[in-house]
Each structure stands twice: as structure tokens, then as C-alpha cells.
């Protein structure tokens, strides 16, 4: 249906419906249950690139760490990373501090309330402005993730290719006309209910059409097309590449090094010696002087559109440390951000008191 179109009173109905089903139905997570400013905002930056389940954990431990912006703003980059270890994207936690100091310093330690000010800060883009002013301050600001999208394309029976602007852009106009029709001081729970219909019923596979409140209003349905909407433009071909990791002890340390601050992936973050290739040969340490003396295990990892499968090796260095590699006390490890394939190699010999 276009969009000029849709009555006012159907919109209406189409919101009423969701948010009975979202006051009912919706899960009981630990962000639902604040308006915190600075909660909502960590939760959703979480929430970015990562499962619920897993996130949960990691934002109450995060709060019981940092449980201000203050407190955020002031927290020594290692023990920042140490407690994100684990949600990858670290570049979100950095920028996460660097917005917690300009709130500190330009709002007195107050969260703006408006969207146009959140959109101010580093990190916080349309979306995370969006959910934080809906959810925290009633703001009436539609949110558009791949849950709502999904949603909209079969609601409306949008037949173009999500990847073009013009089609987003259409969509966030679908939910922004859908949003201003909620009363007053529902915006958040709005949001959240179509977010959380995407989640738990509008799936992409299996969707539950008839345990949907609005599935007389779905288009796709009525169309018998609901499994082909959103229309997605094929992924990009997976990389798939060798990885092998070196584990070095002498006496109780580790050979380590820290990443340069500069680096594009994980800067600042702590590693074992690491090689990856399209094929690689046990002898890929010589260049720093470590023989490889006994496989210890394997892993695998993923990074967008790369594939890892990592070999770990127990090794020996015959000369002095290369590359910036140093020994690292082990009783340290607990107290340092160590890189997610690190930490992988680690586990696969943990079990075996190596």
C-alpha cells in the first residue's frame, strides 16, 4: 500500500495491536527494565552484531563495573577492554568512552535527551539516537534495524532490494509514519514491540504468521510471499584462510605482544604469536625464532566474510624474542585484554594443564 495512502486510523490500529501484544508477550531482559539513559545506551550498543542471550552477561558485568558515564569516562582503557573481551567490534567500547567524556565535559555528566544532540556524541548514529530518545525520553523516532525492516518489507510487501538507499529510505518513512501514530509517551515500547516481533515471530525462515497480531494487515502474507521478503542482495564470497597460533613458555610466562594503537583490528589488545595464509607450513614462526614442537589443538574463527581455521601449536623460541614479542607472566593473562583468537588458542590447551 503506499504510503500516502495509509489513513492515520490505520496506522493506529496497527500500533495499538503491537503494543498490547508487546505489554503480554515480550521478554524479560534486564535493559526493559530502565529508562536509564546511559543503561539503554550500553544495552543497545551491545546489542550491535550480537545475539541477546549473549549479551546479557556482559551488560550486567559491564554495569556492576561502570555503573555511570562517569564511571565509564574516567576507566583505564585496559580494564575497558578486558570487560568487552569477548563482544568483538571493539572500536564500539572505545567510542563508547569517548562519548561518556564529552557527556562529562559539555553536558556536566547529563545525557542529552534530544535525538539531534545523542547524535552528537561519538558512536551514536541514527539508530541508537533513535532507540535511546524513544525508550528513555517518549521521543517519537522510529528505529530501523534488520528485525524492523523485516518486518516492514512484509507488512507492505516491499518488492526491492533492501541493499539501495531509496528502498531504506522508504522503510524508515514506513516507520516513522507508524511511530507518529502512537499516543503519546509509548514511542520506546512501540519500537521495541516491532523489534521484538522481528525477533521472536517474524523470523526469516519460519515465520509464525498466525500467531502474529497484524497478520491482517500483512501484505506478504495476503500475497503468499511472505518467505521472500526482505529481498537481499546475494553476500559476498567467503574467504577462507589458514590460521596457526604459537604457544611459547618459559617457566610460568608466555610470549606475547600488545597490538599497535593504530592497528585496524583490536588495537591495544594482547596476542600470541599469530599467522594466517591461505596454506601454511609448521616452520611460519622461523622469522621470530620459534620451532614448533607439538600440535595442541584447533579452532575456528570468523570475521565478516573471512573463515579461520586456526591449528595451535607448543613451541619453543631459539633466540631472543622478535617482532615486539615479550614474556608475559601467566597469572597476568586474567588482568589483560587478550584477542578473541588468543583466547581461543588458549582454551584448547586448558583442559590439557600444558
Known amino acids: 500500500m503506499p504510503l500516502k495512502s495509509q489513513t492515520r486510523e490505520r496506522r493506529s490500529e496497527i500500533a495499538a495491536l503491537l503494543l498490547a501484544w508487546y505489554r503480554r508477550h515480550k521478554r524479560d531482559l534486564p535493559w526493559r527494565k530502565t529508562r536509564d539513559p546511559y543503561r539503554i545506551w550500553v544495552s543497545e550498543i551491545m546489542l550491535q552484531q550480537t545475539r541477546v542471550a549473549a549479551v546479557i552477561p556482559y551488560y550486567e558485568r559491564f554495569l556492576r563495573r561502570f555503573p555511570s558515564v562517569g564511571d565509564l569516562a574516567c576507566a583505564k582503557e585496559a580494564e575497558l577492554l578486558e570487560c568487552w573481551s569477548g563482544l568483538g567490534y571493539y572500536r564500539r567500547v572505545r567510542q563508547m568512552q569517548a562519548a561518556a567524556k564529552q557527556v562529562m565535559t559539555e553536558c556536566s555528566g547529563v545525557f542529552p535527551k534530544t535525538h539531534d544532540e545523542l547524535l552528537g556524541l561519538p558512536g551514536i ?142 588495537p591495544g589488545f594482547w596476542e600470541l604469536p599469530e599467522r594466517t595464509a591461505p596454506k601454511l607450513e609448521t616452520d611460519c614462526f622461523a622469522d621470530l625464532g620459534i620451532e614448533c614442537t607439538e600440535k595442541a589443538g584447533a579452532f575456528r574463527h570468523s570475521i565478516t566474510f573471512r573463515e579461520y581455521r586456526g591449528t595451535v601449536y607448543l613451541g619453543r623460541a631459539a633466540t631472543k624474542p622478535k617482532g615486539g614479542y615479550r614474556w608475559i607472566p601467566s597469572k597476568r593473562l586474567d588482568t589483560l585484554p587478550l584477542t578473541t583468537t588468543t583466547r581461543k588458542a588458549l582454551a584448547c590447551i586448558s583442559h590439557k594443564g600444558l
Open 125 to 266: 548514529g541514527a539508530y541508537t539516537a533513535a532507540a535511546i530518545a524513544s525508550i528513555s525520553f517518549a521521543g517519537p523516532h522510529a528505529v530501523v534495524d534488520g528485525n524492523v525492516i523485516r518486518v516492514l518489507t512484509r507488512l507492505y510487501d516491499e518488492p526491492r532490494d533492501i541493499g539501495r538507499s531509496k528502498t531504506l529510505a522508504r522503510l524508515r518513512d514506513l516507520a516513522q509514519s507508524l511511530i507518529e501514530a502512537v499516543p503519546p509517551r509509548s514511542a520506546g515500547q512501540f519500537n521495541q514491540a516491532v523489534m521484538e516481533l522481528g525477533a521472536m515471530l517474524c523470523t526469516p525462515r519460519s515465520p509464525r504468521c498466525l500467531l502474529c497480531p497484524v497478520s491482517s494487515f500483512c501484505q506478504a502474507r495476503a500475497n503468499g510471499v511472505e518467505l521472500l521478503r526482505p529481498v537481499k542482495r546475494k553476500k559476498e564470497r567467503i574467504e577462507r584462510l589458514a590460521m596457526a597460533v604459537a604457544i611459547v613458555r618459559r617457566g610460568s610466562s608466555l610470549l606475547l605482544r600488545q597490538r599497535p594503537a593504530d592497528a585496524s583490528l583490536m
